[in-house]
T-cell receptor, first 114, second 114 residues
Framework: DAGVIQSPRHEVTEMGQEVTLRCKPI?????LFWYRQTMMRGLELLIY????????DSGMPEDRFSAKMPNASFSTLKIQPSEPRDSAVYFC????????????FGEGSRLTVL | AQSVTQLGSHVSVSEGALVLLRCNYS??????LFWYVQYPNQGLQLLLK??????LVKGINGFEAEFKKSETSFHLTKPSAHMSDAAEYFC????????????FGGGTRLMVKP
């Protein structure tokens, strides 16, 4: 079975540019999460979708960040405009129904903002 | 609010030695607790989980963890370290009753010496 698929794996961009990260969850999984990982702050939960609906976005750092899930098989995380402090690895994870805590993570998108 | 604290950002053991990675939790309700492992350039993978059943939980790759309510701890152990165990390990606690919205500790990098 295919796992959680993220793209791009690596992105290098200049400050001020728009960045879009993409995620395809595992088929049949109805919850999706975006996490950010940095050396300084560790793993931070940004936003959580259940059945394509955003449930908790309290971790989204500021208005420059937005996330959508237009259907069960696709989600995007957008940063506009990007800043150097946004440099991090962004992970998407999905989980099926009542499978407590069994998140399946993608391999991450490493973002570098110059 | 639920949180976890991992003591020791780096742990080094010799191959064949006992592995002990420490995690303490803070939770106002009976917690769901998890250990995840991250290998270089990969996403996180679930090692094991505690969901209020047996207090000693066995996971993959010979790891186990014991839930100790009196000590608010959930330490991860393995009797004999293998070189392939070198990775970063994350303790996590659920933020919601469904057990699918997790917050992670800062991580412990395990190094295994030959």
């Amino acid at each position: 079975d295919a796992g959680v698929i993220q793209s791009p794996r690596h992105e290098v961009t200049e400050m001020g540019q728009e960045v879009t990260l993409r995620c395809k969850p595992i088929s049949g999984h109805n919850s999706l999460f975006w996490y950010r990982q940095t050396m300084m702050r560790g793993l931070e939960l940004l936003i959580y979708f259940n059945n394509n609906v955003p449930i908790d976005d309290s971790g989204m750092p500021e208005d420059r960040f937005s996330a959508k899930m237009p259907n069960a098989s696709f989600s995007t995380l957008k940063i506009q405009p990007s800043e150097p402090r946004d440099s991090a690895v962004y992970f998407c994870a999905s989980i099926k129904g009542q499978n407590t805590g069994e998140l399946f993570f993608g391999e991450g998108s490493r973002l570098t903002v110059l | 609010a639920q949180s976890v604290t991992q003591l020791g950002s780096h742990v080094s053991v010799s191959e064949g030695a006992l592995v002990l990675l420490r995690c303490n939790y803070s939770s106002s309700v009976p917690p769901y607790l998890f250990w995840y492992v991250q290998y270089p350039n990969q996403g996180l993978q679930l090692l094991l989980k505690y969901t209020s059943a047996a207090t000693l939980v066995k996971g993959i790759n010979g790891f186990e963890a014991e839930f100790k309510k009196s000590e608010t701890s959930f330490h991860l152990t393995k009797p004999s370290a293998h070189m392939s165990d070198a990775a970063e390990y994350f303790c996590a606690v659920s933020l919601n009753n469904a057990g699918n919205m997790l917050t992670f500790g800062g991580g412990t990098r395990l190094m295994v010496k030959p």
